[in-house]
């Protein structure tokens, strides 16, 4: 075999195994659901009603709602969580500090957990005869809250959650891009009698820019497609007020087994997520 | 505010988020020395006992958990290196060779990285029940393999191999699929590591997936397991929940602790995901 003809197969050698299970497991299932979000499935078989899944979903209370929820949590955890990783990813940059490496390891543990163990663990922290908040918070002369049986307590539960587990993570983000800011431009400022907080905001934050809106982006995305915490904490209740649009998916899918709605409603889902990808990527384009 | 002042209030700020943030692993190891009832109540709270055996026992009579582990490291492990085998070779695949349509087929594959999985959740599930894998471990680790990322990771870290060598590793005869196993991937280990651990540490807390696909107690994997002693209408017995959680979460924790600079940069190449 000659050697052009080996560097022209070379490619296909290497690109093709990904490429046929890609077409199998991926290209195959999108077109697929396509069609099944624009059908009813009945026992193996595809009948055709055209746009009538997408109709009722868009009519239907409880979608919407399950929308609304994924925003209240999307609109106030995401923004706290970013105050808080930015505070901290500064806090473990700080040249004063030294065992830096031990607060690194410690912060960013809770993103190992499985998503299930945790979510476990924090239903029973939070349980409401006897679990360790209540407990503690009879300690200060606060009375036990029933953080399950109403609908705020239930869904800042699930925020609380969420913050634990990731606030972490999003902080040694900022942590490696605080670092990638160069030492002189912080010498600069201090020749030229800036004191700290004007250095936070004219230096700081510009510079680590792109690094924050990855870390805002990433955790949009994530809440999106928030499932694990809401099903085992509080399985979308009380009265519904934990409901996410995954979960709402996920039990018309495959509770009811509804495929036609269920991809509809994945198709309704994606395309919120391009139109945030694009924001995303025209944002991070303007620098 | 002194130097002194501000260090002292650094401190402090950081140890208070380093206890928050470590304490529930603590309150679980504890918790699963103790029973139903000491778990509630807060005279015991922090307070190792002596009911740890107990709990794994109860585990073990409520869930085929070794087999559930089992399934965990089986599915974690093979879906780990056929992703880096596949995910590498066309990523380098992509990086290192011009041919007709590279780039209009790499940005397509590209797009289904925007895609939610949600979307092919459904035509998965008529798929794999109709190629009988339900409550297999294939049904978890066949379907997972056709996402991009791993590829577009891949792609990112071969391109900066330099040419050079792959042409006089050519110029000394080696055959292409040599070169790629024999002079490239050893030079890119940081890159495997990253895509590995990174990998490695999604699969084993999957829950979704294996919730739909898995249906019979032997084929559960450890999530999944736990998942399902706490469900509702179960009568749900704490502390052998408490055992299952530190069964699932230990080992990955120990690798940290043993691998901390490598999870870091694994885990953060995720971020580039967005």
Redesign the interface.
């Known amino acids: 075999m000659g050697y052009k003809l080996k560097q022209k197969l070379a490619p296909v050698i290497f690109i093709g195994p990904f490429l046929i299970v890609f077409a199998i497991f991926m290209l195959y299932p999108i077109l697929y659901s396509i069609v099944l979000s624009l059908g009813k499935y009945r026992a193996g078989n595809i009948v055709f009603v055209g746009l009538k899944n997408y109709q009722y979903l868009l009519t239907e209370g409880l979608f919407y709602k399950s929308l609304l929820n994924t925003f209240i949590i999307l609109i106030i955890q995401v923004p706290c969580m970013t105050v808080l990783a930015l505070i901290f990813g500064c806090l473990l940059n700080s040249a004063i500090v030294k065992g830096k490496g031990l607060f690194r390891m410690f912060t960013f543990m809770p993103v190992l957990i499985d998503a299930v163990s945790y979510s476990v663990v924090f239903s029973l922290l939070f349980s409401e005869n006897g679990g360790f908040v209540n407990n503690i918070l009879n300690v200060f002369g606060i009375s036990s809250q029933n953080w399950f049986s109403s609908g705020p307590l239930a869904i800042s539960v699930i925020m609380i959650a969420l913050t634990w587990r990731w606030t972490g993570y999003n902080s040694v983000i900022m942590l490696s891009g605080l670092q990638n800011i160069s030492n002189d431009l912080y010498e600069a400022a201090s020749i030229d009698g800036a004191n700290t907080f004007v250095k936070f905001w004219k230096i700081t934050i510009p510079q680590l820019k792109p690094v924050l809106l990855f870390s805002i982006f990433n955790s949009i995305n994530g809440t999106l497609q928030l499932f694990t915490e809401p099903n085992l904490l509080t399985s979308g209740g009380p009265a519904n007020s934990t409901m996410t649009a995954v979960l709402y998916l996920y039990k018309v899918g495959f509770k009811q087994f509804n495929f036609g709605i269920a991809s509809a409603g994945s198709y309704i889902l994606a395309i919120l997520i391009a139109v945030l990808t694009f924001i995303q990527l025209h944002v991070t384009k303007e620098d | 505010m002194t130097?002194k002042q501000?260090?002292v209030i650094?401190?402090i700020?950081?140890t208070i988020?380093?206890v928050?943030?470590?304490f529930?692993?603590i309150?679980?190891i504890i918790?699963a020395t103790h029973t139903n009832t000491q778990?509630?109540?807060?005279s015991y709270?922090m307070i190792p006992q002596s009911s740890f055996v107990g709990n794994l026992l109860d585990l073990q009579a409520s869930m085929p958990i070794w087999n559930n582990l089992f399934n965990s490291i089986f599915i974690t492990v093979t879906f780990t290196a056929l992703t880096l085998f596949?995910?590498s070779?066309?990523g380098?695949?992509?990086a290192k060779?011009k041919?007709k349509g590279?780039n209009v087929l790499f940005f397509a594959?590209l797009i289904?990285m925007?895609?939610?999985?949600?979307?092919?959740?459904?035509?998965?599930?008529?798929?794999v029940t109709k190629m009988n894998w339900v409550n297999t471990s294939w049904a978890v680790i066949?379907?997972g393999?056709?996402?991009?990322f791993g590829?577009f990771l891949m792609r990112q870290s071969f391109e900066q191999f330099p040419n050079d060598l792959i042409e006089s590793s050519r110029i000394d005869g080696a055959?292409?699929?040599r070169i790629?196993f024999q002079v490239v991937a050893p030079a890119m280990k940081p890159a495997f590591a990253s895509l590995g651990i990174l990998t490695f540490?999604q699969q084993?807390?999957n829950?979704?997936w294996p919730l739909?696909v898995l249906n019979s107690e032997k084929s559960y994997t450890?999530?999944?397991a736990?998942?399902m002693l706490?469900s509702?209408g179960a009568v749900i017995n704490?502390g052998a929940?408490?055992v299952?959680?530190v069964i699932?979460?230990l080992p990955?924790?120990i690798f940290?602790?043993l691998f901390?600079k490598n999870?870091?940069q694994g885990?953060?190449s995720g971020?580039?995901?967005?």
């Open positions: 130097k501000s260090q650094i401190y700020i950081l988020v380093s928050v943030a470590v529930p692993f309150w679980t918790s778990i509630f109540n807060p709270a596949l995910d070779m066309a380098y695949g992509f060779y041919f590279r594959c289904t925007m895609i939610p999985s949600q979307v092919t959740m459904v035509p998965l599930f008529i798929q066949m379907p393999l056709a996402a991009m590829v055959g292409e699929i790629f540490v084993w807390g829950y979704m739909i450890l999530p999944l736990i998942a706490v509702p704490y929940v408490m299952g959680a699932a979460f990955v924790l940290f602790l901390q999870f870091i885990m953060l971020a580039v995901k967005g």
